[in-house]
């Protein structure tokens, strides 16, 4: 069972203050610190114990503007066999078509049975590239899965579906699977597990390795601009002991129509 | 089931450094450990498990991964190795133990995110660096800059900054250092992670680096004397560091120095009742027992009551060793409410702890069985501000 996992590094933004660039089609990023893309991790780990069960090899592929190593190591230290990373300052400006084929020209010779992408990104969320990339291979793939099994050259998986409801799919391999958040625990991975993955193959490409050219690289998407939502709602905090504030709770109640 | 069906050659190797040969199975361990009737730890089977796997000697029943991952459960209080007549060690072996389950990844989620929140923001909540001294502002405290010398630092630590109730202590303690006219910096923004329960985890790659980068940062200040309010920062500053001649001090000890050098200006007197509650990393990992008790006789008004189990046979309050981000499988009773009903039985009115950990598993607790009208919990810096200052 040869896997291969799609990740990408994505900003962590829970803590930071967005600033949109003078371009306005631009989040400046550059203090913002980077780490594997959720979703991504959730695929990893399903990689890693399909390999533990039925043997075989992980190959991670991640396509990146910016420098990736530490989200690397932390695939390889979890389990992946090897990594190929194909950085360059150009891929910031490609949407997920590109990306998807930056991914298609790198993965389309090699053997897998089965490849794993996250269910969608943090950063843009369009929940494309995957599917873009089954395409762009001509195999089948399942979307949005929470639950796999394999059989006899199948894949059984369970689809999650809005209002609770699953879906069982069954697609023969090879195929792409997006993976969904919860279908796993993933595992930690240790710095001293880190340090060890810098041991494990790590092939380094850029656009020119790969003879991709401008021509090649067409975005179907282009960003307008980048906005900051408007606050229209506001938090009021009530202060005073538990009399005062339940009066005030009442009074705002009553102003907005909830009381009579 | 023999050795190598559950650990590999590397893994046995850390078992096998550990003393535990002498082990009489006398079962003191067991009994003092704080989990031990609340959880499925047993440190005495662990050690007695672990020896029979290291001298490759078969097993029945099979010693098994779920209940190597009791070692979740510990608090490292520290009661295990000093019950221990034999010198055992019992802690070690849950540590080695630890490290094993975490190499292999295989650590509780929520203990996984804390560590890596360390790992990339230098704090277990993964909140960004730059609000760790939000707490300061206002207060006017030299933060150490490029070029300056430091002769006291004060090592907040993450709970301390971060913890809306524990950011008292820090802005008590600054009250108090001010009120005794007493030259201190903070690293501010700078400050990063102790490492003690990263330590006490078993990761010790991530404490490495820890180690290596607060060390850094104390030889580029110059610092002389570091001061933690949180036990946990002190001991591994104490212990598991090596800064050489920078004294490390917990802010007990600092204080009953300013107290014995007539420095402190008790100008309040507090009629209270006050019991003292013995953090284990200030009490059990490092001995300290009469500073926090000398620094509460010495204030005007104070009846200091001893609990029950006081000393070196205090009470763990549950949180320490990464405890404090395990998850329960079930509801379990904590250590903190036994040791609340303990204070409140003697007529304490205050419950004073030294230890941010402490202060908000302690309080908690006090929530949680009612007793807010009974039984205050604070830090010993927050009643010592309290009798220097009339507000």
């Given at each position: 069972m040869n896997i291969i996992v799609c990740v990408k590094s994505v900003p962590?933004?829970?803590?930071?203050?967005?600033?949109?660039?003078?371009?306005?089609?631009a989040v400046i990023l550059e203090d913002t610190p980077f780490d594997i893309n959720e979703w991504d991790e959730y695929a990893l780990e399903e990689a890693v114990r399909l390999k533990e069960k039925f043997g075989g090899e992980i190959t991670v592929v991640t396509v990146s503007p910016r420098d990736v190593k530490e989200v690397i190591l932390k695939c390889l230290a979890k389990g992946a066999d090897r990594a190929i990373k194909i950085v360059d300052r150009s891929i910031a400006e490609y949407d997920a078509y590109t990306i998807a084929r930056i991914l298609h020209t790198a993965i389309k010779n090699m053997r897998y049975d089965l490849i794993l992408c996250g269910a969608q990104a943090s950063d843009d969320g369009y929940a494309l590239v995957g599917v873009m990339l089954a395409s762009l291979l001509r195999i089948p793939y399942v979307t949005m899965v929470k639950g796999l099994e394999l059989a006899n050259g199948y894949v059984i998986t369970v689809r999650e579906l809005e209002e609770g409801f699953e879906e069982i799919v069954e697609v023969k391999l090879p195929a792409l699977l997006t993976i969904q958040t919860g279908i796993n625990e993933p595992?930690?991975?240790?710095?001293?597990?880190?340090?060890?993955?810098?041991?494990?193959?790590?092939?380094?490409?850029?656009?020119k390795s790969m003879n991709l050219t401008e021509s090649d690289l067409g975005n179907w998407i282009e960003i307008q601009e980048f906005l900051i939502p408007e606050r229209k709602k506001k938090c009021i905090m009530l202060c005073g002991d538990a009399n005062e504030v339940t009066t005030k709770v009442v009074e705002i109640l009553k102003q907005r129509g909830f009381l009579k | 089931m023999r050795a190598e069906g559950l650990f590999g050659k590397e893994e046995l190797e850390i078992l096998k450094n550990l003393n535990f040969n002498l082990c009489l199975q006398c079962g003191k361990c067991a009994a003092s450990c704080p989990m031990f009737l609340r959880t499925e730890l047993n440190p005495r089977t662990l050690v007695r498990k672990t020896l029979y796997f290291t001298s490759q000697l078969t097993l029945y029943p099979p010693f098994s991964i779920s209940e190597i991952n009791n070692v979740w459960t510990c608090t490292t209080c520290n009661n295990c190795i000093i019950y221990c007549p034999r010198d055992v060690k019992p802690l070690n072996i849950i540590l080695g133990l630890r490290a094993i389950l975490l190499e292999r990844g295989n650590v509780p989620s929520t203990i996984g995110e804390a560590l890596e929140n360390i790992y990339k923001f230098g704090n277990p909540f993964g909140i960004s660096s730059l609000k760790r001294a939000e707490w300061a502002r206002g207060l006017n405290i030299k933060k150490a800059s490029r070029g300056s010398k430091i002769d006291l630092l004060y090592f907040v630590g993450c709970i301390t900054s971060y913890d809306n109730r524990a950011q008292s202590i820090a802005r008590s303690m600054v009250a108090i250092l001010k009120n005794s006219?007493?030259?201190?910096?903070?690293?501010?923004?700078?400050?990063?992670?102790?490492?003690?329960?990263?330590?006490?985890l078993g990761e010790r790659g991530l404490f490495e680096t820890i180690i290596e980068k607060n060390i850094e940062r104390f030889q580029q200040y110059e610092v002389s004397k570091i001061v933690a309010t949180c036990p946990h920062c002190f001991n591994v500053l104490k212990n598991k560091y090596k800064v050489g001649d920078i004294e490390i001090l917990h802010h007990t000890q600092l204080l009953s120095d300013l107290i014995d050098k007539g420095m402190m200006n008790f100008?309040?007197?507090?009629?209270?009742k006050i019991a003292f509650h013995d953090p284990c990393y200030l009490g059990k990992?490092?001995?300290?027992?009469?500073?926090?008790?000398?620094?509460?006789?010495?204030?005007?008004?104070?009846?200091?009551?001893?609990?029950?189990?006081?000393?070196?046979?205090?009470?763990?309050?549950?949180?320490?060793?990464?405890?404090m981000w395990y998850k329960d499988a079930g509801e379990i009773s904590r250590p903190s409410e036994d040791r609340v009903k303990e204070a409140v039985d003697i007529g304490a009115e205050i419950l004073a702890v030294a230890c941010p950990l402490c202060l908000s598993e302690l309080e908690d607790a006090v929530k949680k069985i009612g007793y807010e009208s009974k039984l205050q919990v604070l830090d010993i810096a927050e009643v010592v501000h309290k009798s220097i200052s009339a507000s």
């Open positions: 962590i933004t829970t803590e930071a203050e967005l600033v949109i660039d003078r371009t306005g089609k595992r930690y991975a240790s710095i001293m597990a880190m340090r060890r993955a810098r041991q494990k193959e790590i092939i380094s490409l850029d656009l | 006219e007493v030259d201190f910096s903070i690293l501010g923004e700078n400050e990063n992670c102790c490492g003690n329960e990263v330590y006490y100008s309040q007197r507090l009629n209270k990992h490092n001995n300290i027992f009469e500073e926090p008790r000398k620094i509460l006789e010495s204030i005007p008004g104070v009846t200091l009551l001893e609990l029950e189990h006081s000393r070196r046979n205090s009470l763990c309050c549950g949180c320490g060793g990464g405890r």
